[in-house]
């Protein structure tokens, strides 16, 4: 019993043709890198940035000081930590932007090559 995709014109792994119609251009191999480092980035980012807003929530802080919380976590240094976590949400942009230029390096390397009058003959 065969397996349905649910597509009518879903390509068959099984087929010839379907694996020689585009061959391999070696650009999952170079973006490799910089996509791990770029994803991994934006994840700090994400959980960085909420913190950052947490800090910041003087009501929340107040309401905070008095339960039990208040003898494990110092909440009167709330400012202090607030720096310290925009500090590494800075790091972590930046290394955001080094994933992106080095997973875009194989396109911005490539040069455009002028037409001469014998290749613009040729093709008309």
């Known amino acids: 019993m065969a397996l349905s995709t649910g597509y009518v014109d879903a ?3 099984l087929s010839p043709d379907y694996a020689f119609a585009s ?3 070696g650009i999952a191999q170079t973006t490799f890198v910089g996509i791990i480092i770029s994803r991994g980035s934006a994840a700090c980012i994400s959980f960085l940035y909420s913190y950052i807003l947490l800090t910041m929530c ?3 802080i107040t309401v905070l000081r008095e339960t039990f919380l208040n ?3 110092p ?3 709330a400012v202090d930590f607030h720096r310290w976590v925009a500090m590494a949400a800075l790091i972590f942009s930046g290394r955001w932007g080094y994933g992106g230029c080095v997973s875009h390096k194989p396109q911005l390397k490539q040069e455009e090559q002028p037409i001469t009058a014998q290749q613009d003959q040729a093709e008309a």
């Open 75 to 77: 909440f009167d240094a």
């Open 23 to 25: 061959p391999s251009t």
């Open 11 to 13: 390509p068959s792994a």
């Open 58 to 60: 003087r009501n929340l």
């Open 71 to 73: 003898h494990y976590i």
